[in-house]
Protein backbone atom coordinates (compact mmCIF):
# COMPACT_ATOMS: atom_id res chain seq x y z
CA UNK A 1 0.00 0.00 0.00
CA UNK A 2 2.93 2.85 0.65
CA UNK A 3 4.32 1.46 -2.86
CA UNK A 4 0.95 2.56 -4.40
CA UNK A 5 1.22 5.59 -2.28
CA UNK A 6 4.34 6.83 -3.49
CA UNK A 7 3.71 5.67 -7.10
CA UNK A 8 0.56 7.82 -7.00
CA UNK A 9 2.09 10.88 -5.03
CA UNK A 10 5.51 10.89 -7.61
CA UNK A 11 3.04 11.35 -10.05
CA UNK A 12 0.54 13.37 -8.19
CA UNK A 13 3.69 15.68 -7.82
CA UNK A 14 3.76 17.23 -11.36
CA UNK A 15 -0.19 18.41 -10.59
CA UNK A 16 -0.60 22.05 -8.90
CA UNK A 17 -4.21 23.20 -8.68
CA UNK A 18 -6.05 26.65 -7.77
CA UNK A 19 -8.35 26.76 -4.81
CA UNK A 20 -11.47 25.05 -4.11
CA UNK A 21 -14.12 26.74 -2.29
CA UNK A 22 -15.60 25.99 1.65
CA UNK A 23 -18.69 25.64 2.07
CA UNK A 24 -19.92 27.62 5.46
CA UNK A 25 -20.87 25.76 8.58
CA UNK A 26 -20.43 25.76 12.44
CA UNK A 27 -16.73 25.30 13.54
CA UNK A 28 -15.76 22.78 15.87
CA UNK A 29 -13.86 23.13 18.72
CA UNK A 30 -9.98 23.00 18.44
CA UNK A 31 -7.93 22.79 21.60
CA UNK A 32 -10.32 23.25 24.07
CA UNK A 33 -11.55 27.03 22.44
CA UNK A 34 -14.60 27.63 19.65
CA UNK A 35 -13.21 28.79 16.55
CA UNK A 36 -14.87 31.91 14.88
CA UNK A 37 -15.43 31.83 11.38
CA UNK A 38 -15.06 36.02 11.43
CA UNK A 39 -11.25 35.65 13.24
CA UNK A 40 -8.59 35.11 11.12
CA UNK A 41 -6.11 32.12 10.85
CA UNK A 42 -3.52 33.68 13.53
CA UNK A 43 -6.32 34.60 15.72
CA UNK A 44 -7.78 31.61 16.16
CA UNK A 45 -4.80 29.59 16.64
CA UNK A 46 -3.80 31.83 19.69
CA UNK A 47 -7.18 30.51 21.38
CA UNK A 48 -6.01 26.86 20.83
CA UNK A 49 -4.48 24.90 24.13
CA UNK A 50 -3.22 22.37 21.28
CA UNK A 51 -1.31 24.82 19.04
CA UNK A 52 1.19 26.52 21.22
CA UNK A 53 3.93 25.68 19.65
CA UNK A 54 2.46 26.06 16.25
CA UNK A 55 1.98 29.52 17.57
CA UNK A 56 5.39 29.99 18.92
CA UNK A 57 7.08 28.82 15.34
CA UNK A 58 4.96 31.17 13.57
CA UNK A 59 5.73 33.92 15.62
CA UNK A 60 9.78 33.16 15.13
CA UNK A 61 9.55 32.98 11.72
CA UNK A 62 7.66 36.49 11.30
CA UNK A 63 4.88 34.89 9.43
CA UNK A 64 2.19 36.25 11.78
CA UNK A 65 0.97 39.05 9.76
CA UNK A 66 1.52 37.04 6.56
CA UNK A 67 -1.28 34.52 8.30
CA UNK A 68 -3.53 37.25 9.66
CA UNK A 69 -3.79 38.38 6.06
CA UNK A 70 -6.37 38.50 3.62
CA UNK A 71 -5.44 35.02 2.33
CA UNK A 72 -7.15 33.08 1.49
CA UNK A 73 -4.70 29.58 2.77
CA UNK A 74 -5.61 26.05 3.99
CA UNK A 75 -3.04 25.88 7.04
CA UNK A 76 -2.34 21.90 8.27
CA UNK A 77 -1.81 22.68 11.47
CA UNK A 78 0.10 20.52 13.39
CA UNK A 79 -0.58 19.87 17.31
CA UNK A 80 1.77 20.33 20.12
CA UNK A 81 1.81 16.57 20.29
CA UNK A 82 2.80 16.10 16.59
CA UNK A 83 5.54 18.68 17.01
CA UNK A 84 6.70 16.59 20.32
CA UNK A 85 7.24 13.54 18.21
CA UNK A 86 10.23 15.25 16.37
CA UNK A 87 13.62 13.98 17.04
CA UNK A 88 14.82 15.80 20.31
CA UNK A 89 16.22 18.96 20.22
CA UNK A 90 14.45 19.81 16.46
CA UNK A 91 11.90 22.64 17.72
CA UNK A 92 14.65 24.32 19.59
CA UNK A 93 16.59 24.30 16.98
CA UNK A 94 14.07 25.79 14.75
CA UNK A 95 13.46 28.57 16.77
CA UNK A 96 16.80 29.65 17.04
CA UNK A 97 16.85 33.22 15.58
CA UNK A 98 20.05 32.17 12.99
CA UNK A 99 17.44 28.91 11.61
CA UNK A 100 14.56 31.58 10.62
CA UNK A 101 14.73 30.57 7.13
CA UNK A 102 14.54 27.10 7.65
CA UNK A 103 11.44 27.44 10.03
CA UNK A 104 9.40 29.55 7.08
CA UNK A 105 10.28 26.73 4.70
CA UNK A 106 8.72 24.24 7.26
CA UNK A 107 6.16 26.30 8.34
CA UNK A 108 4.94 27.69 4.61
CA UNK A 109 5.27 23.85 3.34
CA UNK A 110 1.86 23.47 5.64
CA UNK A 111 0.14 26.38 4.03
CA UNK A 112 -1.82 25.98 0.36
CA UNK A 113 -2.82 29.12 -1.39
CA UNK A 114 -6.51 29.18 -1.24
CA UNK A 115 -9.43 27.44 0.48
CA UNK A 116 -9.40 23.59 0.57
CA UNK A 117 -12.32 22.08 2.17
CA UNK A 118 -11.81 18.31 3.17
CA UNK A 119 -14.64 18.11 0.91
CA UNK A 120 -12.64 19.83 -1.68
CA UNK A 121 -9.81 17.49 -1.54
CA UNK A 122 -11.56 14.37 -1.09
CA UNK A 123 -13.02 15.29 -4.54
CA UNK A 124 -9.79 15.66 -6.20
CA UNK A 125 -8.48 12.52 -4.88
CA UNK A 126 -11.16 10.71 -6.44
CA UNK A 127 -10.98 12.68 -9.93
CA UNK A 128 -7.35 11.96 -9.85
CA UNK A 129 -7.52 7.94 -9.05
CA UNK A 130 -6.52 7.66 -5.42
CA UNK A 131 -4.19 10.75 -4.70
CA UNK A 132 -3.52 14.38 -5.70
CA UNK A 133 -0.69 16.56 -5.25
CA UNK A 134 -0.62 20.17 -4.53
CA UNK A 135 1.64 22.98 -4.47
CA UNK A 136 2.27 24.53 -1.05
CA UNK A 137 2.92 28.16 -0.40
CA UNK A 138 6.79 27.09 0.14
CA UNK A 139 6.86 25.58 -3.64
CA UNK A 140 6.69 22.11 -2.06
CA UNK A 141 3.92 19.66 -2.69
CA UNK A 142 1.64 17.54 -0.39
CA UNK A 143 0.09 14.84 -1.19
CA UNK A 144 -3.27 13.95 -0.14
CA UNK A 145 -4.88 10.32 0.08
CA UNK A 146 -7.88 8.73 1.73
CA UNK A 147 -6.47 5.68 3.51
CA UNK A 148 -8.99 3.46 5.94
CA UNK A 149 -11.97 6.56 5.50
CA UNK A 150 -9.50 9.45 6.62
CA UNK A 151 -8.25 12.32 5.02
CA UNK A 152 -4.05 11.90 4.73
CA UNK A 153 -1.96 14.67 3.90
CA UNK A 154 1.91 13.62 2.87
CA UNK A 155 5.08 14.75 2.85
CA UNK A 156 7.58 15.02 -0.10
CA UNK A 157 9.91 12.95 2.36
CA UNK A 158 6.60 10.22 2.05
CA UNK A 159 5.58 11.37 5.93
CA UNK A 160 1.95 11.11 6.55
CA UNK A 161 0.18 13.45 8.42
CA UNK A 162 -3.93 12.20 9.13
CA UNK A 163 -6.40 15.19 9.74
CA UNK A 164 -7.82 14.76 12.90
CA UNK A 165 -9.89 17.76 12.60
CA UNK A 166 -11.08 19.40 9.19
CA UNK A 167 -12.54 22.41 8.05
CA UNK A 168 -11.66 24.48 10.99
CA UNK A 169 -13.14 27.99 8.64
CA UNK A 170 -11.28 31.37 9.31
CA UNK A 171 -12.12 34.43 7.84
CA UNK A 172 -9.32 34.32 5.80
CA UNK A 173 -8.83 30.50 4.67
CA UNK A 174 -9.69 26.99 6.64
CA UNK A 175 -7.61 25.22 8.54
CA UNK A 176 -7.25 21.41 9.19
CA UNK A 177 -5.70 19.65 12.15
CA UNK A 178 -3.29 17.53 11.39
CA UNK A 179 -1.57 14.82 13.59
CA UNK A 180 2.29 15.01 12.50
CA UNK A 181 4.38 17.93 11.11
CA UNK A 182 5.29 17.87 7.47
CA UNK A 183 8.48 18.01 6.62
CA UNK A 184 9.61 19.92 3.26
CA UNK A 185 12.27 18.20 1.38
Do not use: C
Amino acid sequence: MLVKLAQSLSLAALLAAGAGTAIAQENPMVGGAPMSPQMNIVENAVNSADHTTLVAAVQAAGLVDTLAGPGPFTVFAPTNSAFSELPDGTVETLLEPENIEMLQKVLTAHVLPGTYSAADLMERIEANGGAVGLRTVSGDTLGFQMIGGSLYVVDENRNPARVTIGDVNQSNGVIHVVDSVLVPN
